[in-house]
């Protein structure tokens, strides 16, 4: 079976919520910056905000929020299905002779390619890690709102929660990282 | 202690922006209700002949309540153009506009257009195609607009 080539491009959890922080700060004094151009002529506004009330100015700089919510969300998870694969591989071509890395073995003479993040990788943490499989729980149910995100948001998610904040997608994916960053 | 120094450190700079940044809101709602009504004086003008021979009739009976950050409540009226069986409001939405001195939206059936005034009583039709195109109102526009959107 041909071995997946790591790319090393990995995204940490860490510098994704650090980008957030600074993408939230510019939108803010970005936002600052066009509201100004209404009492200061001064300040020449963008184009596209001419013509534009202050309740529609809000709607759009809510909405910009919004999305940048959902696509620092979507980094978030993506980094820990990332994570989650390369632990997986790295397990099974380093004959890892953990319990897990026993059962990942199989799993990929079985299946090769087609290694299932929910079925075959997360089932197998959750047997091993018995205690806090509430941790990959929660995880499975986050991945239905990336999996929402990931394919163009045309249904009506049945996400189990109203909203998933970068807050609350950031707590999730941080005790799966210090999951297997703890090993087994 | 020195917290509190620098909330009135804060309070004193917001204050020096906004004496050197002042504007005259009262003045300013004064100039906006003003433009609006030389705005309809100069439609009713446009179509003053039409309206006589019965093609078309103005009313403006309709107010409309307004209430803006600085500005506060005020009301003014909209305009409705009835031509057949077809109605065009053009309908002020305020004077805190991004870029202009004021905003009015014109809606038929057919859709809506913007009418913005990046200068004092300089008025344009403002379109997002996406990109923002803007022309000016005059009377073979207005009239063109007028059968755009019924």
Known sequence: MARVALSGQDLSIEFVWSWYEDQKEALFDFRSKVFSAISLSSILPNEKFIGMTTDELNAYFEESENELEHLVCFDLISATESLLRSDFYARVYNKDKSGLGRTFREIEKGFGNKISLEEHIINSWKEIVVARKSDFSDFLALLRYRHWLAHGRYWIPKLGREHYSPSVTYNIVERVFNIVDDGQ | ?150
């Open chain 2, 1 to 150: 202690m020195e917290n509190i120094d620098s909330f009135e450190e804060f309070l004193r700079k917001k204050k020096d922006e906004e004496n050197s940044n002042r504007t005259d809101w009262p003045a300013r709602l004064d100039k906006w209700l003003e433009s609006i009504d030389v705005f309809y004086m100069q439609i009713r003008e446009w179509l003053t002949e039409f309206e006589q021979e019965g093609f078309l009739r103005i009313v403006m009976d309709k107010e409309v309540n307004l209430n803006e950050e600085f500005v506060g409540s005020y009301k003014t009226k909209r305009m409705d153009i009835y031509i057949g069986n077809d109605l065009i409001s053009i309908i002020p939405k305020g004077t805190l506009i991004i870029g202009s001195y004021g905003r009015l939206d014109m809606r038929g059936t057919k859709g809506e257009i913007l009418i913005i005034q990046p200068e004092w009583n300089d008025w344009k039709f403002a379109k997002r195609t996406p990109r923002l195109e803007t022309w000016d109102v005059k009377a073979e526009s207005f009239k063109k607009i007028l059968q755009d959107l019924v």
